[in-house]
């Protein structure tokens, strides 16, 4: 059974910073690119990070470039957001994914961000 599992959401303040973790089982991770996507309230889910396989090649949404980091640790099963200077826009809920696992990819149950002062 595919399990992704979300933590290090929170509130922080504007300019803060935290790290989320995504914990994976259930299939071979270290064979699938993963990533990190985020809904905030009345608005669609946006694609905010993608990491190949074995780390080598990151994408990220241009609302975030230079602020935010995709790792993984295939050792560990986990896949992090390292996200820094924060600011309100930022806040939704943050979502791992595997995307070509599943016939419709897996999702984790979703993390709260909130940036606020």
């Known amino acids: 059974q595919v399990q992704l599992v979300e933590s290090g959401g929170g509130l922080v303040q504007p300019g803060g910073s935290l790290r989320l973790s995504c914990a994976a089982s259930?299939?071979?991770?270290?064979?699938?690119?993963m990533n990190w996507y985020r809904q905030a309230p009345g608005k669609e889910r946006e694609l905010v990070a993608d990491?190949?396989?074995?780390?080598?090649?990151?994408k990220y949404a241009d609302s975030v470039k230079g602020r935010f980091t995709i790792s993984r640790d295939n050792a560990k099963k986990t896949v992090y957001l390292q996200m820094n200077s924060l600011q309100p826009e930022d806040t939704a809920v943050y979502y791992c994914c595997a995307p070509y696992v599943g016939s419709t990819g897996s999702w984790g149950q979703g993390t709260q961000v909130t940036v606020s002062s």
């Open positions: 990491i190949t396989s074995n780390g080598g090649i990151t």
């Open positions: 259930g299939f071979t991770f270290s064979s699938y690119r």
